[in-house]
């Protein structure tokens, strides 16, 4: 003890400098939590009441005290946010039981000094950053009866010399570690364990060689994903007091074992995600099971008929399997069930009447089986939270009047089935639905047999907790309801490629929300809404109709044609057919007078449908888009041609001529800007020539730091005024995303555009070029440069006609302030450069490889802003991989959107999220994945709008929580 005394002396003297007399007079355990805090960085002065002069620590917080002894029992310093190291000094507390350090952010290894605490009963370091291996003597002390130690980054096998004095172990927790190996047989000493937890490690081997199942007195196991194999012994399940096993997420094999049967308290069994193979083994037995998961293993056989025995059942998964056989009316006797899973079996037959009964049911999912007849009368009346019945051959209609079914319903996926009739018009009554997939079905007409692509554009499947109301395969007809006026929050609008007719109701000029309207190859006529966006349409959102009145269109103008109506829409058809004559109203117009009606019906129910959720949730879109005129037409709304810069003939050569856009400002360095130049710090170097950094008059007191670009391009507009049209034009663009264009210095020989300095460099910096010394870019700041490069993008090109495209979206240029806002610079640079040398230009963007639009790389240069969509979707990819777009291998080429489409297809691919951003949400992040991979698609066209992307990533970073 001579070293440790001198040695807590040092420290105490060191750290709170005190004298030696006073130091003689501690309490030793005092002394000893003194030197423990001196290891810990304190960061909210939770400790403060640890005070060295006090002559025992039973007063301080966090500590717990035998009254009748005087001597510390408790440290439980669980969640103070502390830091640093275990250190020297618990040793001092002979009479611990209790140490719990869980929540903080305690590193390096643990102690093996800790084992000298012999009386401690329980130790708790879970949730830390402690890394290396569990020191063997951990447990020397055979006293410690709960041990956790989860959630830390401990490695390594754990050694046999853990558990030789492990007899008083009660509870044993290493889950979510990274430890290794197999489990030690010396486990099979600690005789007295109840609990057992190594779930989310990487142990290895079959446990059965550890002797893991005659641990007797187990109650719950937990081995779920590690690397467990083998098979399971019949022995296993005679672990009389078992009560929850978790395999899941190994490498198990062969057949269940049937003495699974026999442990009469299991509650929870979670076998799923194994490797495990042959029928299902009867455990009717287990009344008292509720958890029960057999999913994601290769189980065949018959669905077992005596499921209907398993009375406590609430929660039953199947899915994934080779099941074959129908469902047992005896499924009714589950009455406690709630969650139901069945997909992806080969089971057939209907769905038993008798589920009715299944009062609790919520979660029902039965995709991809061959399950036939109607859906049971009722059983949307359960209350049910979710249904998918995707994938199947049912018949029949929804059932009627499920007026329950709408009350709770967030999410009913019925596609993909032989549905007929009605859509009910309830479901407009219901406020929660944020996912409605009805798509192919039978609903109004046959579906056509490609897959559309809608589905894999839209922003449906992307917004997570957001509403999908995929109604596609199902074209549309009658005229725009009126009371789509009520849709006030509606943003955009998309009916595009339908069968639509009719005057546009002038009411939706009252829609101000509105951002971007398509009712284009429609059957529309008449004027345009007054208000709102509807007189700035493009041409684009309105062609392909039989008279809409637009100088953007020259087709014939009809006016004055009937209103449609609404109450006998019979009337209007015949009557409107005629005046059509031959102008292709006369298909529709022939079709039965009940297929007419029906779909009448059914457009004002697919509304009242949207609207009910977009007045809810208020949100966003409505697209009703038909498949195949889309697909035939994508290229044409492609062929404008955006990139417009004349230069006329005609010299006019003026001398040095500077243009301040904000006259408020005083350039003083404008007598010789070029000498100015030369004391400049330089800064970088782009595309359009060097940027240097350069202060400003000190005179006004503030510090007006700016960014001067040299423009070094060869083939740069040659005359001042159509320089100076195309500067202003980007002058006049503000926006908090984009880097302000100041002014501009012009001669013929030397061009200097003038920019706000943006202070903290550019994201190529944060992301590929990244100092060791900063930190890596958290998700939540990911985000916020993503949303903030696409606002400011979408500014560009919905603010300004034609719109202002970059042309060179890339990490180089998505600037960053102190705040880590995103503000894009060199847009619209490509303005400036006159036409004939645009391909000199695209060749020049070619140095951007792997950002190049593909459509950019062809010669014709026919291009829109969809180019740019498409280089903010490998910024996506760039962004939350933290991998550059193309990385060259030792022998392959490695295309970031590609590979991320692949592991997209594969299920694994958030493997390729950059691990340096930490903890991240997957619900936030997959679906921007999916967002970039629609942005990146090769046909422009499919590539939503950046007004559209800021809509889905604001849609994304809001999620409604969901339920299941
Ligand atoms: C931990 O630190 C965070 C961030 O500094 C703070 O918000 C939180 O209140 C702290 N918690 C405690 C228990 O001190
Ligand atoms: C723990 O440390 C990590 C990394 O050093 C830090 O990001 C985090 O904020 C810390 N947490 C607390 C609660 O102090
Ligand atoms: C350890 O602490 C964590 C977090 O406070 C808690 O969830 C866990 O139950 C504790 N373990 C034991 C064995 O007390
Ligand atoms: C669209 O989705 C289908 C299946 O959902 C898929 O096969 C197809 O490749 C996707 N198309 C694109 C362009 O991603």
């Not at 495990?276 to 037995?285: G, K, L, N, Y």
């Not at 929300?513 to 493009?538: C, D, H, K």
């Not at 423009?711 to 320089?723: G, R």
Request: a neutral charge; charged letters at 20%; one cysteine or more.
């Amino acid at each position: 003890m001579g070293f440790l005394q001198l040695f807590i002396f040092t420290v105490l003297a060191n750290s709170f400098a005190i004298n030696a007399d006073q130091s003689l007079n501690l309490n030793d355990e005092v002394l000893g939590l003194i030197v423990f805090k001196s290891y810990l960085t304190d960061p909210s002065s939770h400790l403060s009441s640890w005070n060295q002069d006090d002559d025992t620590p039973c007063s301080w917080r966090f500590i717990t005290c035998n009254p009748a002894t005087g001597r510390v029992t408790g440290l439980s310093l669980d969640g103070l946010n502390l830091s640093g190291k275990i250190g020297r000094g618990l040793e001092k507390l002979q009479n611990l039981k209790v140490l719990s350090l869980a929540r903080n952010n305690f590193t390096g290894n643990l102690n093996p000094e800790l084992s000298l605490l012999t009386n401690l009963q329980r130790l708790n370091l879970s949730r830390n950053g402690f890394s290396d291996r569990i020191p063997g003597s951990l447990m020397n002390s055979g006293s410690i009866k709960f041990l956790d130690l989860s959630e830390n980054s401990l490695s390594g096998p754990v050694t046999e010399e853990l558990f030789v004095k492990c007899l008083s172990l009660r509870m044993l927790s290493l889950s979510g570690n990274n430890l290794e190996g197999p489990i030690p047989n010396s486990l099979l000493k600690c005789t007295s364990l109840n609990h057992l937890n190594l779930s989310n490690n990487r142990f290895s081997g079959n446990p059965i060689n550890s002797g893991l199942w005659s641990l007797t007195r187990i109650r719950t196991m937990d081995l779920s994903r590690n690397m467990f194999s083998g098979s399971l012994p019949n022995g296993i399940f005679a672990l009389h007091d078992l009560k929850e096993l978790s395999l899941e997420g190994n490498h198990f094999t062969g057949a269940l074992p049937s003495g699974i049967g026999l442990c009469p308290h299991l509650n929870k069994l979670d076998l799923s995600n194994n490797l495990f193979t042959e029928a299902i083994p009867e455990f009717q037995a287990l009344s008292s099971l509720n958890y029960l998961n057999l999913a994601n293993n290769i189980l065949t056989g018959e669905f077992p008929q005596w499921i209907g025995s398993l009375t406590s059942l609430e929660y039953l998964d199947f899915s994934g399997n080779d099941l074959t056989g129908t469902l047992p009316e005896s499924m009714g006797d589950l009455r406690s069930l709630s969650y139901v899973s069945l997909s992806d079996n080969r089971l057939s037959g209907s769905i038993p009447l008798s589920l009715v009964s299944s009062s609790k049911l919520s979660v029902i999912r039965l995709r991809g089986n061959k399950f036939n007849g109607s859906i049971p009368d009722g059983l949307f009346e359960l209350g049910l939270d979710l249904v998918d019945f995707s994938r199947n051959e049912l018949t029949g209609s929804i059932p009627p009047g499920s007026s329950r079914l709408f009350e709770n319903l967030q999410s009913l996926d019925l596609s993909a089935n032989r549905l007929t009739g009605d859509i009910p018009a309830e479901i407009g009554l219901n406020s929660r639905l944020r996912y409605l997939n009805l798509s192919w079905n039978n609903f109004e007409t046959k579906m056509p047999p490609e897959l559309g692509y809608f589905q894999n554009l839209t922003v449906l499947d992307l917004r997570n907790g957001a509403f999908h109301g995929s109604v596609s395969h199902n074209s549309l007809s009658g005229s725009i309801p009126r009371s789509m006026s009520l849709l006030k929050k509606l943003k955009i609008l998309k009916l595009e490629y339908n069968q639509l007719s009719g005057e546009i109701p002038p009411e939706l000029g009252g829609l101000e929300n509105l951002l971007s309207v398509n009712i284009s190859y429609n059957r529309l006529q008449g004027r345009l809404p007054t208000g709102g966006i509807f007189q700035s349409l493009q041409q684009s959102s309105l062609e392909g109709n039989l008279g809409i009145c637009s100088p953007l269109l020259k087709g014939p103008c009809k006016m004055n044609v009937p209103k449609p109506l609404v109450l006998d829409p019979f009337a209007y058809g015949n009557e409107n057919g005629r005046h059509q004559g031959g102008r292709g109203g006369e298909g529709a117009d022939q079709s039965s007078r009940s297929l007419r009606h029906h779909r009448f019906l059914s457009v004002s129910a697919i509304i009242a449908i949207l609207a009910a959720i977009m007045i809810s949730i208020g949100v966003l879109v409505i697209s009703l888009l038909n498949i195949s005129a889309r697909r035939r037409l994508a290229f044409v709304d492609n062929a404008i041609e955006s990139c417009s810069s004349s230069s006329r003939s005609g010299p006019s050569l003026s001398m040095g001529r500077l243009v301040w856009f904000d006259s408020k400002t005083d350039p003083n360095w404008v007598v010789s800007p070029e000498s100015f130049l030369k004391k400049a710090a330089e800064i970088g170097e782009g595309v359009f020539g060097s940027v240097y950094k350069a202060s400003l008059g000190e005179e006004n007191g503030s510090d007006n730091i700016l960014a001067i670009k040299n423009l070094v391009v060869s083939n740069m507009i040659q005359y001042p005024e159509d320089f100076d049209r195309e500067v202003r034009v980007l002058g006049r663009v503000r926006h908090p995303n984009l880097v302000s264009l100041k002014g501009y210095y012009w001669t013929p020989k030397l061009q200097l555009l003038v920019t706000d300095y943006v202070p903290n460099g550019s994201l190529q910096t944060k992301l590929h070029d990244r100092p060791p010394s900063s930190p890596p870019l958290s998700w939540p700041n990911r985000f916020k440069i993503l949303l903030g490069t696409a606002k400011g993008l979408a500014h560009l090109h919905h603010f300004f006609r034609p719109p202002i495209v970059h042309y060179n979206i890339k990490p180089n240029n998505i600037l960053l302030d102190d705040n880590l806002n995103a503000k894009i610079s060199d847009f619209g640079l490509t303005r400036l450069v006159s036409k004939l040398d645009k391909h000199v230009m695209s060749n020049r963007f070619q140095s951007a490889l792997g950002y190049v639009a593909p459509e950019l790389a062809c010669q014709s240069l026919r291009v829109n802003e969809k180019c740019d969509v498409y280089g903010f979707g490998v910024l996506i990819l760039e962004i939350v991989t933290g991998r550059r777009p193309i990385e060259y291998g030792e022998d392959n080429v490695l295309i970031l959107n590609e590979q991320v489409k692949v592991m997209l297809e594969e299920g694994s691919v958030l493997q390729c999220v950059d691990e340096s951003m930490g903890e991240y949400p997957e619900e936030e992040v997959l679906p921007v994945l999916k967002l970039a991979l629609v942005c990146t698609s090769q046909i422009p066209s499919s590539r939503p709008s950046m007004a559209e992307i800021v809509q889905i990533l604001q849609v994304i970073k809001t999620p409604i929580p969901q339920p299941f």
